[in-house]
């Protein structure tokens, strides 16, 4: 047993290295999507902040197809641990797609708010090279705003966006703007959630932009960082090894 334990005890700390994201939207008839973090490192980001590089997102999108993730003309979110610690993701659209018009548009206010004042980080793939810009962080208050704007182009290169270094309790908003008069083209299917479960990658929900198709509006998306599920001890019990520990100390 003692053999089994170490096994055990291994197999929980890898568990317990990532903490859950809590997703609740806020379009009509929006839901609430846990995301289980999947192993995204070292190859995300492998770059100083803000550089989201090129090879980072299309291992990301690789990975996701691997496990029949459709990415193509909508926005996914996913959970995953980086190089930089946990991180937060929103894909804007595919790495490599059939896009044949430049006529769409999409502005993300992303907030955070940092419970455990030890930094979040941002970091911006924009292959369009449009305007980003970041404003109003301020680490030592522990919140942080960033705004950026992306598009789609006749390359058909896809964009995305990530917070890391995310822990327990830290909290904030992605809010999507599809800008009038640029068209809705690229962004029709809204939304997925993606989670890491059983060793794959699941779509675990979907969701639209607030309005319409041919009109989408401002949609939030709120998201915090939970705790894990108490399963290290209940996985020690199954196991009979927190009753070994017991009979030792006695």
Not at 92 to 115: H, Q, T, W
Not at 120 to 142: C, K, M, Y
Not at 179 to 187: A, E, N, T
Request: proline share 4%.
């Amino acid at each position: 047993k003692k053999g089994l334990a170490i096994v055990a005890l291994a197999g929980l700390a890898g568990l317990a290295s990532a903490a859950p994201i809590q997703i609740n939207e806020s379009a009509v008839g929006g839901g609430t999507f846990v995301l289980n973090p999947g192993n995204l490192s070292p190859t995300v980001f492998s770059a100083p902040s803000p550089t989201f590089s090129n090879n980072a997102l299309a291992y990301i999108h690789s990975e996701l197809q691997g496990d029949g993730v459709n990415t193509n003309d909508i926005v996914t979110i996913i959970a995953g641990d980086t190089d930089d610690g946990l991180a937060l993701f929103a894909l804007i659209d595919e790495e490599v797609s059939g896009f044949k018009n430049f006529n769409a548009r999409l502005d993300l206010v992303a907030v955070a708010n940092d419970a455990n004042n030890d930094g979040i980080t941002g970091w911006v793939n924009d292959n369009g090279g449009e305007l980003v810009q970041v404003a109003n962080s301020n680490p030592i208050a522990g919140t942080y705003n960033f705004d950026t704007t992306f598009q789609w182009d006749t390359n058909g290169k896809g964009d995305a966006f990530a917070l890391s270094d995310l822990g327990v309790g830290d909290n904030g908003s992605f809010v999507f703007n599809p800008i009038q008069g640029y068209g809705s083209f690229g962004v029709s299917r809204g939304f997925q959630y993606v989670s890491f479960d059983n060793g794959a990658w699941h779509v675990v929900g979907t969701g639209t932009f607030n309005g319409s198709l041919a009109n989408p509006t401002s949609t939030s998306l709120d998201w915090r960082v939970i705790p894990l599920p108490h399963a290290g001890a209940m996985s020690l019990a199954g196991l009979g090894l927190i009753g070994v520990r017991r009979r030792r100390s006695m």
